[in-house]
């Protein structure tokens, strides 16, 4: 079999590569001889999940990597989930250079709730690790601090009026007292 590879590379370009096999066979090594080898990088970026109890909730990782990455999913004790346990399930999708691994996880109850490790390893240093969380309605940390940051921002606003009224009411009381002093002396 004969593999025809045409790169077009120009400087500050990306490189752009077709494979052509003459006989009309796939060429998939060849991905080996134009692939850098590269540690695996998450691209995927969605960290939290809201659900309620009896949802299904699919979390996914997609990794780049070449060699193809492996991944590993842990729960919140750092058990390893292999896809078998009760309401927990693994789908992997790959493509040339990307695993997407999908972990479905149905929220039987609150021992659900909390974080989920998608490990990815491939013979090129270092590992890479995505922490994703599933949790109740209502109770992620940005909805706490939305909530702190209201409540600063009226203990402020109360203050800044209390005080503007008390030094509104001091002007007031000297300008008056020294009308009186003023009027007394004419």
């Given at each position: 079999?004969?593999?025809?590879?045409?790169?077009?590379?120009t400087?500050?370009?990306?490189?752009?590569?077709?494979?052509?096999?003459?006989?009309?066979?796939?060429?998939?090594?060849?991905?080996?001889?134009?692939?850098?080898?590269?540690?695996?990088?998450?691209?995927?970026?969605?960290?939290?999940?809201?659900?309620?109890?009896?949802?299904?909730?699919?979390?996914?990782?997609?990794?780049?990597?070449?060699?193809?990455?492996?991944?590993?999913?842990?729960?919140?004790?750092?058990?390893i989930?292999t896809?078998?346990?009760?309401?927990?399930?693994?789908?992997?999708?790959?493509?040339?250079?990307?695993?997407?691994?999908?972990?479905?996880?149905?929220?039987?109850?609150?021992?659900?709730?909390?974080?989920?490790?998608?490990?990815?390893?491939?013979?090129?240093?270092?590992?890479?690790?995505q922490?994703?969380?599933?949790?109740?309605?209502?109770?992620?940390?940005?909805?706490?601090?939305?909530?702190?940051?209201?409540?600063?921002?009226?203990?402020?606003?109360?203050?800044?009026?209390?005080?503007?009224?008390?030094?509104?009411n001091?002007?007031?009381?000297?300008?008056q007292?020294?009308?009186?002093?003023?009027?007394?002396?004419?």
């Amino acid at each position: 079999m004969t593999v025809t590879p045409f790169i077009n590379i120009t400087e500050g370009d990306e490189v752009t590569i077709h494979c052509e096999a003459l006989d009309g066979n796939p060429a998939p090594h060849i991905l080996e001889l134009l692939f850098e080898d590269n540690s695996p990088k998450f691209v995927s970026d969605e960290l939290e999940f809201v659900a309620d109890i009896g949802d299904d909730v699919s979390i996914s990782c997609e990794v780049h990597g070449f060699p193809m990455p492996a991944i590993k999913w842990f729960d919140q004790n750092s058990d390893i989930i292999t896809g078998e346990e009760e309401n927990l399930n693994i789908t992997v999708r790959l493509s040339e250079t990307l695993v997407k691994s999908t972990l479905t996880v149905t929220v039987a109850d609150e021992s659900y709730y909390g974080r989920y490790t998608c490990k990815a390893t491939n013979d090129i240093p270092p590992d890479d690790e995505q922490t994703m969380e599933i949790v109740k309605p209502g109770s992620n940390a940005d909805t706490v601090a939305v909530a702190v940051t209201c409540t600063v921002i009226v203990v402020v606003l109360i203050v800044g009026i209390v005080l503007g009224i008390l030094f509104y009411n001091k002007r007031v009381s000297k300008k008056q007292s020294n009308n009186t002093d003023y009027a007394n002396a004419g």
